[in-house]
């Protein structure tokens, strides 16, 4: 089992960047897939990006892969998300989530979720 805390939302003007983090605690970190998902009022969760065990892949949705770097520091259980040319659009609720051994492109399929979840930060950005 994983445990896992975000941190680093906020309330930002449109063009703005924020920097997310997602602590884990629990089992090994780096056996993990990491990614980031976001869900806005009245909507589906949505994919926003992910990252295999090593770092070295990483799998981003088409609506942010220009404007977000997902990354992961192994030796400090952390993941991150940084954000930049932020969009009143991009206002939701991001939570970090974890699959055991799977492949950052997996873990943007939304038909098989990942089973560890964080409780999420709220991103509001102001137009």
């Known amino acids: 089992q994983v445990h896992l805390v975000e941190s680093g939302g906020g309330l930002v003007q449109a063009g703005g960047s924020l920097r997310l983090s997602c602590a884990a605690s629990?089992?090994?970190?780096?056996?993990?897939?990491m990614g980031w998902f976001r869900q806005a009022p009245g909507k589906e969760p949505e994919f926003v990006a992910a990252i295999d065990w090593s770092g070295g892949s990483t799998y981003y949705a088409d609506s942010v892969k220009d404007r977000v770097i997902i990354s992961r520091d192994n030796a400090k259980n952390t993941l991150y998300l940084q954000m930049s040319s932020l969009k009143p659009e991009d206002t939701a609720v991001y939570y970090c989530a974890a699959k055991l051994f799977a492949t950052a492109q997996a873990m943007g399929d939304m038909t098989s979720r990942p089973p560890h979840w964080g409780q999420g930060t709220q991103v509001t950005v102001s137009s």
């Open positions: 629990g089992r090994t970190f780096s056996s993990y897939a």
